[in-house]
């Protein structure tokens, strides 16, 4: 299963969208053709799930708070004006969940973007921008534990050289999809992109963990990783379980010697790698990762007593 499957392809647009502080019909939140360029190379963004709770009587937003700070964070580092509070951008979600009515499991989307047309070459510092969230029903990965094929991309992952790794842009991300397009091409699901030292960085749009000897070795903040939710989440939990971790810089090599890797981010959750390079990995999934993926679950669907404070319930 593609991370593309996993979007509702059966699933009709939401009826509303939340923009500039009201919510909008979703057929009116349209912009100008010639807005879009400059709007999409100055545009921060984040992605966050709501999990239907075991009970079925709730939506359980995990990490709102989290999220909406990193947001925050990404419009400063992009040097983009956000009029609204992290906390005034949470309450926005909820809003936006509760007129949908959705009742499964929801993917949104907060964006900024500089607002109108803009006739100059680069979007200036501080220029008014929109923020708008939007939102999709989305299927979450089964437990069947089913694992990707990936390979080390011939393209490196952007670093502080040259922009910010830790901004969640969207002008970021064509670094990750020229890296996806080449693993597809040469008969792979996905890439993990090097930066520019040669050391391991991450995948497109997620961060990448491997396991030796029952230790899990995850790539460090200063190898060009986004600042990732699930990957802070994923070491809590791991913590919790006495399994032993290091973060540190991880070679090319160390991927081929890996007893379990697995990808790891909102979209993704935990996700097996059964192959890297073509080389089989020892165990898909093995201990560690079903381990982590049955308490990964657990946490976000509610049934863990751990970290109530990372759900936001909305009830049905």
């Not at 999220?67 to 309450?91: I, K, Q, V």
């Not at 991927?255 to 697995?262: N, P, Q, R, V």
Request: charged residues 25%.
């Amino acid at each position: 299963m593609t991370l593309g499957s996993l979007a509702d392809p059966g699933g009709e647009n939401p009826r509303w969208i939340w923009r500039n502080g009201e919510l909008v019909p979703w057929e009116r939140a349209t912009v100008h053709v010639n807005a879009v360029g400059h709007a999409s190379v100055a545009a921060v963004f984040e992605g966050l799930k709501a999990y239907l709770a075991e009970d079925g009587r709730r939506l359980l937003v995990f990490r709102l708070d989290d999220h909406m700070r990193r947001l925050a964070d990404s419009a400063r580092l992009c040097r983009l004006a956000l009029p609204y509070t992290p906390g005034e951008l949470g309450l926005a979600v909820l809003e936006l969940l509760r007129a949908n009515q959705y009742r499964a499991d929801t993917y949104l989307r907060p964006w900024i973007f500089a607002a109108g047309i803009i006739r100059e070459q680069m979007v200036p510092a501080d220029a008014p921008c929109e923020t708008v969230i939007d939102s999709w029903a989305f299927r979450s990965r089964p437990p069947s534990g089913e694992g990707c094929r990936a390979a080390v991309s011939s393209w490196r992952r952007i670093g502080e050289a040259s922009t910010p790794p830790r901004a969640k842009a969207f002008a970021n991300y064509h670094n990750g999809r020229l890296a996806m397009i080449e693993a597809r091409a040469n008969g792979h699901d996905w890439p993990i992109l090097l930066n520019e030292r040669h050391k391991v960085s991450e995948g497109p749009g997620s961060c990448v963990a491997l396991v030796r000897d029952g230790t899990v070795i995850t790539p460090s903040l200063t190898s060009g990783v986004l600042d990732g939710l699930t990957r802070a989440t994923v070491l809590d939990l791991l913590s919790e379980l006495g399994v032993p971790t290091e973060v540190r810089e991880v070679d090319r090599s160390e991927l081929y010697l890996a007893d379990e890797l697995f990808f790891m981010g909102t979209a993704w959750e935990i996700l097996p790698i059964a192959e890297i390079d073509g080389l089989p990995v020892g165990s898909t999934p093995g201990p560690v990762t079903k381990r982590l993926t049955e308490a990964y679950a657990a946490l976000v669907r509610g049934t863990a007593a751990a970290h109530p404070e990372w759900l936001t319930e909305l009830p049905l």
